[in-house]
């Protein structure tokens, strides 16, 4: 069952677009839709430029840019996942050797550049990291887990322990 759920947490599509364990190119992937276009996403995963392809209007068919790359280059692959709210878009990024996520907006007065959220969920390890974000009342529920191991992280965006990544259960045995 530990297995079952391990798998489910990582693989499961939630409101949006997730990672999944075996991501082998550079770019990772998202869609969000509303009542008149899909928006396809996707984030480098190596330095975190985010570009955006409608499938309506006059730039339809075309990938753009939006904001600028969280990175020049990195040693570690981000993960990605986006969440859309009444007032616009957040983009999700997390470093898959530490767990440390980083937000950008589509909204608001820092839309369009990347900042970091809270600690990270562990010091340093192997690429193993793959993670999920989903709405949970006005916040985010963020999750994560190691894919090597199995041990499950959670962290919220609201409350007394917001930022702190905490693990959840044991690692799955073999």
């Known amino acids: 069952m530990l297995k079952f759920l391990a798998v489910f947490l990582v693989c499961c599509s939630f409101y949006m677009a997730q990672p999944c364990l075996a991501q082998t190119t550079a770019y990772r992937y998202a869609t969000l839709n509303d009542s008149i276009a899909t928006t396809f996403y996707a984030l ?48 999700y990024a997390v470093e898959s050797t530490t767990g440390q996520l980083h937000f950008m907006l589509d909204f ?15 010091l340093m390890g192997n690429e ?21 191991t199995g041990q499950v992280f959670y962290m919220f965006d609201y409350g007394d322990e917001a930022g702190k990544w905490r693990t959840y259960g044991e690692i799955i045995k073999k």
């Open 44 to 91: 480098d995963g190596s330095t975190g430029q985010l570009r955006y392809m409608n499938d309506n209007g006059e730039f339809a068919g075309v990938w753009r840019l939006y904001g600028g790359p969280l990175r020049e280059k990195g040693s570690n692959n981000l993960q990605f996942a986006a969440l859309k709210y009444h007032y616009g878009r957040a983009f």
């Open 108 to 122: 608001g007065d820092a839309s369009g550049l990347w900042v970091p959220y809270g600690a990270p969920a562990r």
């Open 128 to 148: 193993s990291i793959q993670f999920s974000v989903e709405h949970v009342g006005n916040g985010a529920k963020f999750t994560a887990i190691d894919a090597n």
